[in-house]
């Protein structure tokens, strides 16, 4: 769809302008790689482009070359709205409606008169960008920041800083290149990062190696409370703000622990529940094998969305009856979780 609007792109970006990117709200590693690897591509063209990210993100992230110029819409209020209210062009990067920037985010970009682009891969997206490029099909976000760049024909400038940064969000929302949106096109594009200088060693250890001594205690804990459901192939984990208090959590420390649960043998669906005592609410995590959508799930119980084996949500409910509700539906979904896995 965008190809034919490329050309438009084009002039558009020939001339300077006031440009705004934005990560969905808690971004994670595609979207702070999508929104800062774009970044460091407009700046090539004399562009004032800022990333503002609605809240604050994990440390294992805080690394990425430009981090320290995003702005934080949470704590970095009259900033952010002036320079949204200033915008030319707004990028929405990584998510597919306003609302997941945020309640308040989502009502200055609805005001903003901006141009709106959609880079995005997340199911259902809403309809509000005038550029959009939707693609369900694709492993992140920052593999489609790289067709983006080179769709507008400059893959040829593709310099460290945006390698370092696309290579990150590929790797993570990949699982490491393991899951199945993972193609011969995505470690292609992957390889060319590693040409154009991402040092894929070293970004494997910023990411994965910087694991502090109270998370890998929280991990223990979060697997002490794994629970299994072995007929219906589910698995889930708790974690209470208690549990979250007693480790130090930090934003970012529960990041990949519903995985575990899907790594035991024969589980296709998992789910992680933890308890946010600021937000009132528990913030829930789901992942499947096969064809079991969790995004169809989470979107009909549990307020929320994503991909068909990873997706987000939340219940307004304590986690008893949070987990009394998880248990009660999930005999609707018998056929699909107790039947033959479709070769996954
Ligand atoms: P996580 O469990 O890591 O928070 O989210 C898994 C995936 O689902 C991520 O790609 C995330 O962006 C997406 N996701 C999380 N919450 C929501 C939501 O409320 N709506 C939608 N559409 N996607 C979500
Ligand atoms: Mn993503």
Not at 17 to 32: E, F, L, Q, S, T
Not at 205 to 234: C, F, H, M
Not at 284 to 310: P, Q, W, Y
């Amino acid at each position: 769809m965008i190809k034919t609007q490329i050309s438009k792109i084009k002039t558009l970006l020939s001339t300077p302008k006031h440009i705004v990117i934005v990560p969905h709200r808690n971004p994670d590693g595609d979207a702070m790689g999508s929104t800062l690897g774009l970044y460091h591509y407009l700046n090539l063209y004399n562009h004032q482009t800022t990333v503002i990210a609605p809240n604050d993100y994990p440390d294992f992230l805080k690394w990425l070359p430009g981090d320290n110029s995003v702005l934080k819409f949470e704590t970095q209020h009259e900033e952010s709205i002036s320079l949204i209210e200033k915008a030319d062009l707004i990028f929405t990067l990584d998510f597919n409606a306003y609302h997941r920037a945020g309640h308040d985010m989502a009502g200055v970009l609805e005001q903003s008169k901006a141009i709106k682009f959609m880079i995005d891969h997340h199911q259902q997206p809403d309809d509000y960008a005038k550029y959009m490029y939707s693609d369900v099909s694709m492993s992140s976000t920052c593999e489609m920041v790289y067709n983006f760049i080179e769709m507008l024909g400059d893959e040829t400038k593709i310099n460290a800083a945006i390698a370092t940064c696309l290579y990150v969000g590929i790797m993570t929302d990949t699982g490491s290149f393991r899951f199945p949106a993972t193609t011969k096109r995505t470690h292609e594009v992957i390889g060319c990062l590693i040409e154009k200088g991402a040092e894929n060693s070293q970004i494997h250890n910023n990411i994965y190696d910087t694991n502090s001594y109270n998370r890998l205690q929280l991990l223990g804990r979060a697997l002490q409370n794994l629970k299994v459901i072995p007929e219906l192939r589910t698995a889930y984990i708790t974690l209470s703000q208690a549990e979250l208090d007693e480790f130090n959590f930090k934003k970012g420390d529960t990041e990949g622990f519903v995985n575990y649960a899907l790594s035991l043998k024969g589980i296709i669906f998992a789910a992680m529940f933890t308890e946010s005592k600021q937000d009132q609410i528990i913030k829930i995590s789901l992942r499947s094998k096969g064809d079991f959508s969790v995004n169809e799930l989470s979107r009909a119980h549990f307020h929320g969305g994503g991909h068909t084996n990873a997706a987000g949500g939340r219940s307004d409910d304590n986690m008893e009856t949070t987990i009394n509700k998880f248990i009660s539906i999930l005999p609707q979904y018998k056929n699909q979780l107790s039947i033959a896995q479709n070769g996954h």
